[in-house]
C-alpha cells in the first residue's frame, strides 16, 4: 500500500486492498495477480494500490519481533558465529538485572551461548558481541526487503524511501 505521494506504508491483505478500491479510498497501480471472480464481474487482485487522500503517520520504526531480530543479526549467534539454525533472543543485560527489551539490549544468540550466558553479564560470563546491537534502519528496502524475493513488482516503488 502507498501513500498518496507513492511512499510505501504497509503490507495489507488482498481482502483489504480491494476494499479500499471499492470504498472509493484507494487506486490500483499495480495488478500483479490475477483475478478475482465475483457473481457479477472479474475484479484485478491488486499488487500495490495507493491512496487518494496522503495519511499522515510517524516515521516508521521497524518492529521489534524474535524474527526481525534475527534478520538484523543475519540469523547469525552474535556470540560464537554459528548460522545452523535453532536461534534464540537473548537480553544482553539480562532482564533480571535491569536490562530493558530493546533492539540495543537484544542480539540473536545460539541456544548454546544463550545456556552458557544464561543469567549473566557479558563480563561475568567472559563473552563478547560481534556487532554492538542496534535498531535497523527504518527504511522502505530493509521494512519492506523480506517481501521482495516474491514480490519483485513491488522493487520500484520501494526504491529511495
Ligand atoms: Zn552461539
Known amino acids: ?10 503490507v495489507c491483505t488482498t481482502r483489504r486492498a480491494i ?29 500495490v494500490i495507493r ?12 518492529k521489534l519481533t524474535r524474527r526481525e ?3 538484523r543479526d543475519n540469523y547469525t549467534c552474535q556470540y560464537c558465529g554459528r548460522r545452523d539454525g535453532g536461534l534464540t533472543v537473548d537480553h544482553v543485560i539480562p532482564r533480571h538485572l535491569g536490562g530493558p527489551h530493546t533492539w540495543t539490549n537484544v542480539v540473536a544468540a545460539c541456544p548454546s551461548c544463550n545456556h552458557h550466558k544464561g543469567g549473566r553479564r557479558l563480563e561475568e560470563a567472559h563473552m563478547n558481541l560481534h556487532h554492538v546491537p542496534k535498531e535497523p534502519p527504518a527504511n522502505a528496502a530493509y521494512i519492506f526487503g523480506r517481501h521482495l524475493a516474491e514480490n519483485e513488482e513491488w522493487s520500484q516503488y520501494i526504491k529511495g524511501w
Open 69 to 71: 531480530v534475527f534478520r
Open 19 to 47: 476494499g479500499l478500491m471499492l470504498g472509493g479510498k484507494a487506486a490500483m497501480v499495480a495488478n500483479g495477480r490475477g483475478y478475482i471472480r465475483t457473481v457479477k464481474e472479474l475484479i484485478p487482485r491488486p499488487s
Open 51 to 62: 491512496l487518494d487522500v496522503q495519511i499522515h503517520r510517524p516515521r516508521p520504526r521497524v
Open 1 to 10: 500500500m502507498l501513500n498518496a505521494n507513492f511512499e510505501p506504508i504497509n
